[in-house]
Every structure is written in C-alpha cells, then in structure tokens.
C-alpha cells in the first residue's frame, strides 16, 4: 500500500466534529514561532507523538499549506522538506525506499539542519574529488 | 498481585461475596424487624393505617418552617448530598451498565459532566457534614464510632470515583479497582451499619403514620 | 548468521558500518530522527541518538519461541518501514530464531551454543512465548523442556527481552485455568535485567524501538513497575484516544452500528479496555500508521496487560462484574428469606418464653 507523497489518504470517514488536536497544535506552532522570532531557537514536533483523530493530520497539513519553498531529499528514499505559508515553519516527511512514511516533523526553524551540507559529507566530497581529478590528470598523462 | 489481577477480583469473586452478604443482610435484618410484631391493637380503629403511613412517609420527607429553622444546615446539607449520591449511583453511565448486568433493567444516563459535578457537590456536603459534626460540642458528644464508619462508607465511593474518572495519582486500573473495591466494602457493611437507614427508614415513617391513623389523627 | 560475517563484523561500529556502505551522513541524520520518533522519543534527542548509534556496537541476538503463535515474529517481520529496521537488522547479529533461521536441527542447536560461548555477557536475549511449568513434555525444542533452554541460554545474556504478553506475563497459555502451569519469563529469571514488550502481537515498530534503544544505548530504557518502557506504555490507550473526548461528555456506542458508533463515539460500553491497557496504539498505530482497532470500530482487548484474556470477556465493559451475580443473588436472597423467618420465629419464641415465665411483683414480695 502505497502513501502518496503530497499528503496522506485516509480511508475512514468521520464527522467534522473531531478537530479538536488542530488547533491546540497550531497555538504551538504559533507559541514555537514567536520564540525563533525572539531568541532564535528553533523547535520541532513529531506528528506521530500526538493522538490524531482520522483526518486530523490532513487538516493541520492544509491549515499550514504551502509557501515559496519545496525542496526533495533523495536519502534512504525520499524526503520532502517544504516550507508552509508561514515563514520559518517547515513540514518534513521521510519515506523510505518503498515510499512509505516513516517520520513527518514541524520544524520551526531559519532552515531545517538537514537541507544543510554536512561536514562529514564536505570532507569525502572534497577526498572524492582529488580522486576524481588525480583519474583524469592520469588520463591525459596517458592518453 | 499485579493490578489487573487486582481489578479481576474485585469485579469476579470480590463482587460476588459483597453483592450475596448485601443482599442476605438486609433481608435478614428486615425480616427481623417485621416479624417482632405488635399487640394487636384492641380499640376500635377510627382511620386507615394505610392511608396515615404512606401519608407520613411524604410528610416527614418535607420539614416544616420551625424545624428547617432550627437545623437549616442539616437539612439543606443532608439533602444535597442525598441527592448527588443517589444520583451519581444511579444515572452514571457505565453504573447504568452494571444494574443492566445484574438485573437486567437499564434506564436512560444522566450526562457525564452532570454527574462529575454531583459527585464534587457531594463530596463537599460530606466534607461540610463531618466538620460540623465534629466542631460543634452536642453533635460530637451524640456521635458514636458507628456514625463515623457510615460516613466513611459514603464518602469513599464518591472520592475514589472521582479520581477513578479523572485518572489521578496511581495507575488507571489501580484507581477503578480501589473503586469498586470501596464499593464492596460499603455493601458488606451497610446491612450492619446504620446505612440500613436506606430501607428502615421508611418502615419507620409509614409505621409512625399508622399508628396516628388508626386513631384517626394526623401524626 | 556465519561465523565469518560475525567476526568481519564484530568490532566495527554501526556509524562504521553505515559509512562503508556508503550512506551520507545527511541519510544518516534522516535515519536518526525517524528513530527517534520510532523510539517515541522528542526531537530534540536527535543529536544523542545519533551519536550512540555512530559507536553502537553489533550485538549478538539470540530468539527463543516456547509457548506462542509466532504471531509476534509475524509482526516484526511485517513491519514494513523497510529501510529504517533493514539497517538496524543488517546490524544486529540474530544467532538464532527457529522460524526465521536457514539452518535446522543440531545445525541450528549449535550456532545458538556457539553464540553463546562466544559473546557470553554480552547477548541479547528475545523470548517469546510462556514457558509450561506443569510438564516439561508439554514444549520442548530439539528435546530440551523450554524451562531449561531458558535457564540456560539466559545464564550469558546481557539483557532478556520478554516479546509479546505471553512471554511477559503468561499471556493466553496462562489464562484461567492454565493447563499448562504457563509463567512467565520474569516468574523464572531474576538475576537479569528484563524488558517487557507486551502486546497480542505487539507493535511492530514497539518491538524494533526497544531493540534499537538497547543497541542504541546500550541499556535499558525507563521501565514502569511491570518492565515494559515507559516510552511507549508509558500512557493509556484511554489517555491518549481521540475519542476520549465522547467518553467525557457521556456519548457511547451502544451497539456496533447504531447511530452512535457512526458518529465514532466513544467504545466503552461495548467492552473497551482502552481505560486500563497501556500501550501505544492510538499515536503510534498500526500498519504504518494506518489506524488501530478503536479507530476501525472495535474496543480495545487489553492486550498487553497481564491477564487480559481473563477480564470477563472483550464485550463486557469495564464497569460490568465479570462473574454470574445475578444466579447468586437470587440465592442468597432465597436462603436469606428463610434465615430471616427463622430469626423472628426464635426472637418470638423468646418473646412468648419471657411472656410466660413474668411474674408480677406484689406488695408482699417488696415487704419481706
């Protein structure tokens, strides 16, 4: 069974009436802007620590929307970091090779950590060059 | 004993045991009392026993303007948490359930907010009740052990149904099983304790309105 | 499950590992926030997480079934986020397991005694399944009793997981009247650390967040007072369900398809144990995330409390007594009845006895 990766299908219908995790949320989410406003620090909510009813998580993903920023991750399977119509509030999904949903975060951040390059991953590109230029510098030699 | 095994026995074996010694005590002690009998009465009847006991029973559940008065605290006190107990016993949902169970009867519930609140209004009539008791020098001199027990037994249900419904302090099957245990507890007693007043006291009124009846005057 | 693989293995580090395989350490972030919240720990436990498992070290598992279904080893094995628990479970080192292993018979019997010679202090140990006290015939593998291959294959381990409800708590062999003198592995083992991972399955990424917590860590995670962690039993099904709000104000399903259980009222009347069963269920949930059984419609069964099959029955709420009351009061009120007739008839007697020996003072008997 497959998830689609803009957003999740549930298969349940249920009244309007359940949205009562929504806004709670959205007050967090407002609470956790204020404080990157303010002092800069940024936050994260996992959305699979919070009881949601059917549908719940749809809502909170079209409440947040979408704004200027997509980005895709293509590590261990897909990543989706967008940022919402609200500036400094991120949505990140993580799926796996069978595009199955394994983690979906808000991130209240400047930038989520991991659209930035690594140090780790700086040090065996700039090895992996070397390489790769001392190969061809060999080439032309012996061609 | 692990907690679930807790709350199987209470709502097993626990149940069972309060449930036949309540049921066995109060029978046997009413039996008691209406087989002592009377003298027949040898004048001339000149009204209905009937009429004058149930004629009473209703009476005295109304006071009159001087004894309210004198004891309006009592009354007042008395009667709301009378009220929230029967209430909360008999119109709470999964107590519905219970009664259905057993007997086979159910009836509609009264809404669960509703119910919370009767069980906190009558726990602070309880509260109000004992410290009256206790401070004021008459009542304390009057009160023995017994009356002391029977509060105890009413207030413990309704304390430990209320944390029970709102999960404090220790885990959840712990609380609902220290509930119903309570609950055990009071119906094993009750037949022994003045709690009988449930049942006697209107064998009491009807019979104090008999009497007056019979000789054809209002009691 | 080779012994070469094991020693090649054996001293790297999973971050090693993980870099030889060639996965960034941006993939590695990513997999260390999906663990984190596999471990339903916060977000904020990131950067630890993924500084343990760059130094975890590959353990040695062995997995003993007894007395089970191997429902248990269906779930994790079903547990579909592939990538996540593929790294952990290239990772671990699983030495034994009769229904996943290639190798059977003696074969299979020696790698388990070879695991354990070789990483003795230092394995893990998973048992499924309860073990029979009333007949050591009554489950044995490769004619060993389950009772000894537990003592024994135990003596070595670092740590014991007990997976599944049987093995924590008894479980369905131990339920009434246990023919089997079914116990559980916490009845038997003492001197070790236990954790307790109940469920009837229980939930796949539970099982694989425990495991990844101790290879993480390298210890035990917060166990609550009957060895499960509290990360994932830590609240009540009840405590945690969105429908929890309809129980509050009093609306319940009466039966499976009235208006009510349209509507997506509250279970409780229809038997939910949600109230007092402790699990992850409702955030977690199944499937990926899916649903679990209160959000299909069903009350929850209580699976990963002890004794769950023994409550009365899934269908009787909470509030219900579990046993015939009913029979029983009809008795008593019946034998009370007649005990009641004849207490009066003696209290009369002794009325008419007093009534019969009066006698009245005269003047004369107070002058003498």
């Keep these: 069974m497959k998830q689609s990766i803009v957003s999740p299908q549930f298969n349940i219908q249920v009244e309007n009436v359940m949205t009562w995790n929504v806004k709670p949320l959205l007050h967090e989410i407002r609470h956790s802007l204020n404080r990157l406003i303010e ?42 970091i967008i940022e919402t119509q609200y500036a400094g509030v991120w949505l990140i999904s993580h799926y796996n090779e069978n595009e199955e949903i394994i983690g979906r975060f808000i991130e209240v951040t400047v930038m989520p950590d991991i659209l930035c390059s690594q140090s780790a991953d700086m040090i065996d590109a700039s090895q992996r060059l070397a390489e790769a230029l001392q190969d061809t510098g060999g080439n032309n030699e012996g061609g | 004993m692990s907690e679930i095994e807790f709350l199987d026995w209470v709502r097993g074996p626990g149940f069972q045991i309060a449930a036949v010694i309540f049921v066995a005590g109060v029978i046997i002690r009413i039996l008691e009392i209406l087989m002592l009998g009377r003298k027949k009465n040898l004048a001339e009847a000149r009204g209905s026993e009937m009429l004058g006991g149930l004629r009473t029973i209703v009476t005295r559940s109304m006071h009159d303007k001087a004894t309210f008065q004198r004891s309006a605290f009592t009354i007042v006190s008395g009667y709301i948490f009378h009220t929230g107990l029967l209430l909360s016993i008999f119109f709470f949902a999964p107590h519905i359930l219970m009664f259905k169970e057993v007997f086979g009867l159910s009836w509609p519930s009264l809404p669960t907010p509703v119910i919370d609140a009767l069980a906190v209004i009558s726990i602070i009539a309880l509260l109000t009740i004992i410290a009256r008791r206790m401070s ?64 006697t006291l209107f064998m009491a009124r009807w019979y104090n309105g008999a009497i007056s009846g019979y000789r054809g005057v209002a009691s | 499950m080779s012994d070469r693989k094991n020693t090649a293995q054996a001293d790297l580090t999973l971050g090693e590992v993980l870099r030889k395989r060639g996965i960034s350490r941006r993939s590695f972030l990513k997999f260390c926030a999906a663990t984190a919240s596999m471990m339903a720990m916060p977000p904020s436990m990131v950067p630890a997480i993924a500084a343990a498992l760059e130094k975890a070290r590959r353990p040695s598992v062995i997995w003993l079934s007894f007395q089970e279904c191997t429902g248990c080893t269906e779930s994790l094995t079903r547990s579909h986020s592939t990538t996540i628990e593929s790294l952990i479970f290239d990772h671990i080192s699983l030495d034994y397991h009769h229904t996943l292993q290639a190798a059977a018979g003696t074969h299979a019997e020696a790698a ?87 469920g009837c399955p229980p939930i796949p990424v539970v099982i694989t967040g425990v495991l990844t917590h101790f290879l993480t860590f390298g210890e035990l995670p917060e166990l609550d007072h009957i060895g499960r962690p509290m990360a994932f039993y830590g609240k009540s099904i009840h405590d945690r369900c969105y429908r929890r709000p309809f129980y509050d104000k009093g609306l319940f399903a009466e039966t499976f398809d009235d208006e009510g259980a349209k509507k997506g009222w509250c279970l409780y009347k229809l038997g939910c144990k949600g109230p007092t069963t402790y699990n992850a269920c409702a955030t977690t949930k199944w499937n990926d995330g899916t649903s679990f059984p209160i959000e299909a419609g069903h009350p929850c069964l209580g699976c990963s409390e002890p004794d769950f099959w023994d409550g009365g029955g899934f269908y009787k709420a ?26 009066g008839a003696l209290n009369r007697a002794k009325k008419s006895k007093a009534q019969a020996t009066h006698q009245k003072v005269k003047l004369e008997d107070l002058n003498k």
């Design chain 3, 318 to 343: 909470l509030s219900m007594p579990t046993e015939n009351i009913t029979q029983n009061i009809i008795y008593a009120a019946a034998g009370a009845a007649a005990a009641g007739v004849a207490v």
């Design chain 3, 112 to 198: 388990r005694i070879a695991s354990m010679e070789e990483n003795f202090g230092k394995y893990l140990l998973i048992v499924d399944g309860s073990i029979p006290m009333g007949n050591p015939g009554y489950s044995t593998i490769a004619g060993v009793s389950n009772h000894d291959m537990l003592m024994e294959t135990a003596k070595g381990a670092a740590a014991v997981i007990a997976v599944g409800t049987c093995a924590a708590y008894g479980g369905i062999p131990h339920a009434d009247p246990n023919p089997t003198g079914a116990v559980s592995v916490g009845d038997l083992i003492k001197d070790k650390p236990i954790i307790n991972v109940p």
């Design chain 1, 39 to 80: 002092t800069g620090e940024s936050s994260v909510i996992d959305l699979r620590s919070i009881p949601l009813a059917p549908g719940e998580e749809e809502k909170i993903l079209t409440a947040l929307g979408r704004g200027e920023l997509r980005a895709e991750l293509d590590a261990l399977g897909k990543s989706e």
């Design chain 2, 136 to 199: 004021n020098k008459v009542m304390r001199f009057l009160n023995t052990p017994g009356d002391y027990l029977a509060w105890l037994l009413t207030i413990t249900p309704l304390v430990t149904g209320y944390m029970a419904f709102h999960r404090i302090g220790l885990p959840a099957p712990t609380l609902l099983a220290i509930h119903i245990l309570s609950v055990e507890i009071l119906l094993v007693l009750f037949p022994f304790t003045k709690l009988m007043h449930a049942f």
